[in-house]
């Protein structure tokens, strides 16, 4: 049987082209591949920017609250020195004198000078307003009953604290003390 060359070359030919269909066909499947681990690349840098973006406005929100409850608590203080303001003018009239620490010294006994869990409150605050050793700190106060103290918040140090415990143990009216103060470091 004689193969004449034009059968030969037709048959190389039939052979090399479905081997390099099929390696067309790989490649094919290899792009594809290559285009859907693309997307994905794309899908995780979208998410990233959507997680950074969401951080951003996450820390602007923190520091937007911080700001008003500093406004808020300023305006509370100033709420208080005007409230003690008062007392204090009050003591006047009714025969009572203050002294430059700010404590009350009775020169008569009437039933207008009555020390109230309120006016304890206001007095504890004003004395920590404007104090140098309180500087950072985020104090509540809140007097229960019958002039049983409650402080809680926020201090930098426990010299602080310490401080915050003493100025409101002297505040005249005062029982007790419950110091529920955390230490929290500034930056």
Same mark, same amino acid.
């Given at each position: 049987?004689?193969?004449?060359?034009?059968?030969?070359?037709?048959?190389?030919?039939?052979?090399?082209? @479905?081997?390099?269909?099929? /390696?067309?066909?790989?490649?094919?499947?290899?792009?594809?591949? *290559?285009?859907?681990?693309? %997307?994905?690349?794309?899908?995780?840098?979208?998410? $990233?920017? /959507?997680?950074?973006? *969401?951080?951003?406005?996450?820390?602007?929100? %923190? !520091?937007?609250?911080?700001?008003?409850?500093?406004? %808020?608590?300023?305006?509370?203080?100033?709420?208080?020195?005007? /409230?003690?303001?008062?007392?204090?003018?009050?003591?006047?009239?009714?025969?009572?004198? !203050?002294? *430059?620490?700010?404590?009350?010294?009775?020169?008569? +006994?009437? @039933?207008?000078?009555?020390?109230? $869990? @309120?006016?304890?409150?206001?007095?504890?605050? %004003?004395?920590? #307003?404007? +104090?140098? /050793?309180?500087?950072?700190?985020?104090?509540? #106060?809140?007097? $229960?009953?019958?002039?049983?103290?409650?402080?809680?918040?926020?201090?930098?140090?426990?010299?602080?604290?310490?401080?915050?415990?003493? !100025?409101?143990?002297?505040?005249?009216?005062?029982?007790?003390?419950?110091? *529920?103060?955390?230490?929290? @470091?500034?930056?």
């Amino acid at each position: 049987m004689k193969i004449s060359r034009t059968f030969v070359i037709a048959g190389t030919l039939a052979i090399s082209g @479905a081997w390099m269909g099929g /390696a067309a066909l790989s490649q094919a499947w290899a792009d594809t591949s *290559k285009t859907a681990e693309a %997307a994905e690349a794309k899908k995780d840098r979208i998410d $990233d920017r /959507a997680a950074n973006a *969401k951080e951003h406005i996450d820390d602007k929100t %923190a !520091v937007e609250k911080a700001r008003l409850e500093d406004k %808020a608590a300023m305006d509370k203080a100033r709420v208080d020195d005007r /409230a003690v303001a008062k007392k204090n003018e009050i003591d006047r009239q009714n025969g009572t004198t !203050v002294a *430059k620490d700010g404590t009350s010294k009775e020169k008569k +006994d009437t @039933a207008g000078d009555e020390v109230t $869990d @309120a006016w304890i409150t206001a007095k504890v605050k %004003a004395s920590f #307003v404007g +104090d140098k /050793a309180l500087k950072h700190s985020d104090i509540r #106060v809140d007097t $229960d009953h019958k002039g049983i103290l409650v402080l809680s918040g926020y201090v930098p140090n426990e010299a602080a604290r310490n401080h915050a415990v003493t !100025v409101a143990r002297e505040t005249k009216g005062v029982q007790r003390v419950d110091d *529920k103060l955390e230490i929290k @470091a500034t930056k």
